[in-house]
């Protein structure tokens, strides 16, 4: 999502809103699309991970 993070937290308190009490945001500084694929990237993977153990997901 774009606007260096300002729409993530824009779509992070929409959830919250909303109602939905599992939510989690974490934003990663300097990177901007296909986070996954730039440098240190196995950070986002690892940490997509963690969350759906932590969820039973």
Do not use: C, W
């Not at 999502?1 to 500084?29: D, F, Q, R």
């Not at 440098?39 to 759906?52: A, M, N, R, S, T």
Request: charged share 25%.
């Amino acid at each position: 999502m774009g606007s260096y993070g300002e729409l993530v937290k824009a779509s992070y308190e929409s959830y919250l809103k909303s109602g939905h009490t599992n939510v989690t945001m974490k934003l990663y500084p300097g990177r901007r699309h296909e986070i996954h694929l730039d440098p240190g990237g196995h950070e986002v993977i690892d940490d997509v991970l963690q969350f759906l153990k932590q969820n039973n997901l």
